[in-house]
């Protein structure tokens, strides 16, 4: 009976969510195609008319897609589950390799590569079909499957001895193996975190020192009036890939450094460059990299635990279409469970996590502006608007459920209060 209720809770959530995302997303076009016709007043100046239907065209496209993606996750989420898909491949497996870790390592990776396979196509029109169309795609086909090489074999060195850690906890350490688990992922995701910016992404990219002196002068002296000390200014071939720019601060310790796509460099003024990284900087300052982790950490924690209840529950299988193994291992399938039940029932909580993220946002603008000039600031973000195609006219509703950032205009409005 448990399960029964389970399922319809698990298709009920599934439904309502999807419906929600397409009224969300339907709302988002209409309101960016009312708006396509002229470029708002407070942007006027900056941005012409061709560029605002460009990004309002562009936002439209990529919304179609992600309404078809929806359609079709959904689709694979009930053909693992409720339509036995998991089910037949589990069987498949254990009479292959038996049911030790073996077997629960192979289905954690079978069902990876189905999931890829099944996400390629979407992968390859983005690129080569919607960025081509607007102009943004620079990467080459042998590119994307070298990326797509690099990404399996990262993932393979990274995941499969954390999969093996968890599986061996949650089979060997007893009701507490989540609380173990727990611990072990933070120290992953540190140690993950600290290679990074010198073994992983240079995997993908190159990277060399800043060598504009003005910019770098700026920067320097910028980094000691906020008792910052970088260890590093970096530049990347973003435009090997892209032609959007943008810059992102990475690292901890000895390791922290801030990089720059060189498609950012070449569009932005060296005090525009200056304000940008102020803002990088504020998120720094100001803590909000510690906050998302200690908060990415305690939900980890708190869902490490309801796992840890929920795999020892036999309704948890088979009201998501699994019948549990009685001599084999259950934990890979409850792994895999687990993360395909968990975004139907917690889409809800999304504006959450961007109502804090614009704020961090908000704060890190500010100290922009405290520290540079406000204005160059703004004339960086109208830059970055125009040259990413980023709509200046995004549904209010849409983006308090996605958007991470705040409006172009909202945003704008905030940093023109603090001249």
């Given amino acids: 009976m448990i399960s029964v209720v389970f399922s319809v809770l698990f298709v009920s959530f599934l439904l309502l969510t999807l419906v929600f995302q397409f009224w969300l997303a339907s709302r988002h076009i209409r309101h960016i195609l009312r708006n396509r016709a002229a470029v708002p007043a407070q942007f006027a100046e900056k941005i012409s008319l061709a560029s605002h239907q460009k990004a309002a065209d562009y936002t439209i496209a990529k919304t179609k897609m992600g309404i078809v993606m929806q359609m079709v ?70 590119l994307f499957f070298k990326d797509m090489l690099t990404n399996t074999l990262v993932s393979a060195a990274l995941g499969l001895p954390l999969i093996w850690v968890i599986l061996s906890l949650m089979e060997k350490a007893g009701s507490m193996w989540w609380l173990y688990a727990w611990v072990f992922f933070i120290g992953f995701q540190l140690l993950v975190m600290l290679i990074f910016p010198i073994v992983i992404a240079p995997l993908y990219n190159k990277f060399w020192p800043l060598d504009n002196e003005e910019v770098r002068e700026r920067i320097e002296n910028l980094s000691k009036r906020v008792s910052f000390a970088l260890k590093g200014i970096f530049v990347m071939d973003g435009s090997k890939r892209s032609g959007h720019g943008n810059a992102y601060f990475s690292g901890f310790g000895g390791a922290k450094r801030i990089v720059f796509y060189d498609t950012l460099l070449e569009r932005l003024a060296p005090n525009e460059i200056e304000a940008v990284l102020a803002h990088e900087l504020g998120h720094f300052k100001l803590k909000h990299i510690v906050k998302r982790m ?126």
């Fill in 294 to 419: 200690v908060v990415i950490f305690a939900l980890s924690l708190v869902f490490l635990a309801i796992l840890g209840f929920l795999k020892d529950q036999v309704w948890f299988y088979t009201g998501l279409g699994v019948d549990p193994m009685l001599l084999a291992r259950n934990d890979a399938m409850a792994l895999i469970l687990f993360m395909l039940s968990l975004p139907v029932f917690t889409f809800v909580f999304s504006p959450l996590s961007s109502i804090t993220s614009r704020k961090h946002e908000f704060e890190a603008d500010a100290f922009a502006a405290k520290h540079t000039n406000a204005s160059d600031l703004v004339t960086a973000l109208v830059k970055m608007y125009d040259d990413n195609s980023s709509t200046l006219t995004p549904d209010p509703l849409h983006s308090a459920f996605y958007d991470s950032h705040p409006s172009a205009s909202v945003r704008i409005k905030h940093l023109l209060a603090a001249q």
């Fill in 73 to 142: 996750n959904a689709s694979v989420l009930i053909g693992f589950t409720l339509f036995g898909g998991l089910q037949w491949l589990s069987v498949a497996l254990v009479k292959l390799t038996g049911p030790g870790m073996l077997y629960q390592i192979s289905l954690l990776i079978a069902f990876t590569l189905i999931s890829g396979i099944i996400e390629f196509p979407f992968s390859y029109y983005s690129q080569f079909v919607l960025e081509e169309r607007f102009g943004f795609n620079k990467m080459t086909l042998g």
